[in-house]
């Protein structure tokens, strides 16, 4: 086990000495494409919600579902899968996820209604979970050189980062050319690629000890996560309900007796000593912080690029790639960096930079091009890329390699609910304020109802109306939507900044580039 306070890493015997072989560095290939199909999936939808919109219909709620549910099932299911994958096999499981996800996506691409498409992406997310922490918990035990570790966990978190920010970008070139239904066929070649070279070039790896799975503590890590999700979503979008109230107050006395739980166990899903241990505990709450703000930037910023600038698809994409680019490059920097500077300092900065990142989205104006929006997601999009790398360093490093599985679920449900919350939460604001400020009140109580779901509705309304009126519409909701854009910018930046602060706080004595040097 790393010993975080000294940067000295405990590797099992002969740790130092072992390096990777071509083979590990192919492994390391197919599971990093495996882990940007994942975090595509997260974002990809961003730029076709206007076409689903007109499409399926959706109501402003089901909309949100659409995107948050594929990340809300799958981090409640994170924990029980990491340490499932523990037990059975992680390559096992891996490849059982991608056959899985494979169908999902299929049924997801052929959806005729909402109800249809969230239930797929409710599929997805089952798949997704099964993956996600095989990916990473598999890296921690193919390298074991620590320099080495921390390189490979810099590629698996450019492919998370930067599949995320890429995610509109693929979605725009597809959406160009084919329906919005492309956006998850994609998945299918990759997932059969993974399930053929899957058992040539990764090898196989589980606790040899890993005690009896407990399946009252599987049940209880969903009901603490996902009642507690939907009621800060739903509260976000709906304003507060006693129904709300009770979801929450139920994952909380779950999430109680889970840990209670834990406790007592002799082989529990979550060592909740680890908690304990300042560089983990900094680490998951850093990760679940960063892409908090990258999944509401690229929330309202993507709509922002297409219905009010008027950006195509595509166009939309490509203005999003220098921040996609910013985030790769900083995830591949960070070994180098953590030789010449502290964990601490590096993450702590990185949290700065995103936050000033998220303040110059302040300035964006319904008519002011997309320069600005570009600097200041570039600059979110890098300091995002140093935290997902250095923020899953600092997990993975903390336990045995035979636990890697479980540290890595608990990493991945940060990561998850990072996403799904930061669009629930900073989107519903978002949608909020639009609510509040776009002018309806010269159309008829159907039709403005429509236009004041959502700005794809808006647009779609204003398409059949007269040129004055729909440009009267779409000047008060393209206002409206940068207004909402202004409030969750200030939020997003004031999230940075304190993140970075208690980062360099509790990080302050941890010298962990030594790690690195090793």
């Known amino acids: ?21 071509p083979r590990d560095w192919l492994g390391l290939v197919v599971l990093a494409f495996a882990v940007l199909l994942i975090a595509v999936d997260g974002t990809v939808l961003d730029l076709a919600l206007p076409f689903i919109s007109s499409d399926l219909a959706p109501t402003s709620n089901q909309l949100l579902w659409i ?9 409640g299911l994170l924990i029980t899968m990491g340490t499932l994958g523990d037990r059975i096999g992680r390559r096992r499981l891996l490849l059982i996820g991608a056959a ?4 999902a996506s299929l049924v997801a691409a052929v959806s005729t209604s909402a109800e249809m498409l969230i239930a797929a992406r409710v599929l997805q997310g089952i798949s997704g979970a099964t993956l996600m922490p095989a990916t990473l918990g598999l890296i921690r035990t193919i390298f074991l050189n620590p320099r080495q570790r921390v390189a490979a966990i810099g590629v698996w978190g450019a492919m998370a980062g930067g599949g995320a920010a890429a995610g509109p970008l693929v979605g725009g070139w597809l959406l160009e ?35 009896r799975f407990d399946l009252t503590s599987s049940a209880l890590s969903m009901l603490a996560i996902v009642p507690v999700v939907f009621a800060v979503k739903e509260t976000a979008a709906h304003g507060f309900d006693v129904v709300y109230l009770l979801s929450a107050v139920i994952g909380v006395i779950a999430g109680y007796v889970f840990v209670r739980r834990q406790r007592t166990l002799a082989a529990p899903m979550i060592d909740l000593r680890l908690f304990a241990n300042r560089a ?40 999003l790639l220098p921040g996609t680019a910013a985030s790769i490059v900083t995830s591949l920097l960070v070994a180098v960096l953590l030789r010449y500077f502290s964990a601490g300092t590096v993450l702590g900065v990185a949290m700065f930079v995103g936050a000033s990142g998220a303040g110059l989205l302040v300035g964006l104006a319904t008519d002011s091009g ?12 890098a300091g995002v890329g140093v935290a997902l790398t250095l923020t899953s360093e600092l997990v993975v490093s903390a336990v045995e390699p035979e636990r890697a599985g479980a540290a890595s679920a608990v990493s991945e449900t940060a990561y998850e609910l990072g996403i799904a919350l930061g669009v629930a939460i900073l989107g519903t604001v978002v949608m909020a304020i639009f609510r509040r400020g776009i002018d309806v009140s010269g159309l008829p ?33 393209h206002a409206a939507f940068v207004s909402g854009m202004h409030v969750a910018a200030v939020a997003t930046a004031v999230v940075l900044a304190v993140t970075a602060v208690f980062v360099l706080v509790n990080l302050r004595e941890r010298q962990d580039s030594s790690t690195a040097k090793e």
């Not at 899985?100 to 169908?103: D, L, S, Y």
């Not at 997309?370 to 979110?380: D, Y």
Request: glycine share 12%.
């Open 1 to 21: 086990m790393s010993d975080m306070r000294t940067g000295s890493v405990h590797e099992v015997a002969g740790g130092y000495e072992q390096r990777a072989t």
């Open 67 to 75: 995107i948050d549910v594929y990340s809300f099932v799958l981090a």
């Open 100 to 103: 899985g996800f494979g169908i």
């Open 177 to 211: 050319h084919f329906w919005w239904g492309s956006v998850f066929l994609i998945n299918i070649p990759v997932m059969l690629a993974l399930i053929a070279l899957g058992p040539l070039v990764i090898p196989e790896s589980k606790d040899p000890n890993p005690g």
């Open 280 to 319: 983990f505990s900094t680490g998951v709450a850093t990760n679940f912080l960063s892409v908090f703000a990258l999944a509401g930037v690229l929330f309202f910023g993507s709509q922002y690029l297409q219905l009010v600038l008027g950006n195509s698809p595509l166009e939309a994409g490509l203005l």
């Open 370 to 381: 997309p320069g600005l929006f570009i600097a200041g997601f570039v600059l979110v999009g």
């Open 445 to 477: 109580l159907e039709v403005g109802a429509q236009a004041g779901e959502t700005l794809g509705g808006a647009d779609a309304v204003a398409r059949d109306l007269p040129e004055s009126v729909a440009t009267v519409l779409m000047d008060s909701a």
